[in-house]
């Protein structure tokens, strides 16, 4: 099983840039999250899906965040525009079903630095 | 909202010592969970906890739910190098919602050999 897939790995790019960083989760997973890792904030929920559908996006720091999930295996998490405050490292994790405590599975992180 | 405090911030011990590390809340939660942090990865998990009161144990670790559900600790017995890394606690509410976690700052571990 090759896990929770995330590209690009890292991504520095200037302010008022787009940025889409993408996540392919376990195959067979419905459930799907995004994270945000800071040293100020730690780590932080933005969004979940159950089902390709988004249960809780009370995480999304604001409007500039967008998150989507066309199919069961792909995700998308936009930022636009950009700030130097959103660089961070950003986890997709997920799950096997979201209806009970399942084991998250991590990605290994896309590195955003907004210059 | 929900804070959770996890001490100590870091740690750096002996090789084969053992290590204990705590997360408190202001507020209950019904599940407790322990991750693990290497560099460039993301954070896996080592143990998950579902009931007040659980001791649960994964090799050398052992994590226990406290009673009144607003802490947990996290112990490592004779560590080894291969324990560096950042430990996280994360509380969730509900057993039916896996993806509402409020995660812990970290406790950092160095192990010298």
């Known amino acids: 099983d090759a896990g929770v897939i995330q590209s690009p790995r890292h991504e520095v790019t200037e302010m008022g840039q787009e940025v889409t960083l993408r996540c392919k989760p376990i195959s067979g997973h419905n459930s799907l999250f995004w994270y945000r890792q800071t040293m100020m904030r730690g780590l932080e929920l933005l969004i979940y899906?159950?089902?390709?559908?988004?249960?809780?996006d009370s995480g999304m720091p604001e409007d500039r965040f967008s998150a989507k999930m066309p199919n069961a295996s792909f995700s998308t998490l936009k930022i636009q525009p950009s700030e130097p405050r959103d660089s961070a490292v950003y986890f997709c994790a997920s799950t096997r079903d979201g209806t009970s405590t399942d084991t998250q599975y991590f990605g290994p992180g896309t590195r955003l630095t907004v210059l | 909202g929900q804070q959770l405090n996890q001490s100590p911030q870091s740690m750096f011990i002996q090789e084969g010592e053992d290590v204990s590390m705590n997360c408190t809340s202001s507020s209950i939660f019904n599940t407790w969970l322990w991750y693990k942090q290497e560099p460039g990865e993301g954070p896996v998990l080592l143990i998950a906890l579902y009931k007040a009161g659980e001791l649960t144990s994964n090799g050398r670790l052992t994590a226990q739910f406290g009673i009144t559900r607003k802490d947990s600790f996290l112990n490592i017995s004779a560590s080894i190098p291969s324990d560096v890394g950042i430990y996280f606690c994360a509380g969730q509410l509900s057993k039916t919602n896996a993806g509402k976690s409020t995660f812990g700052d970290g406790t950092t571990l160095t192990v010298k050999p």
């Open positions: 899906f159950n089902n390709n559908v988004p249960i809780d």
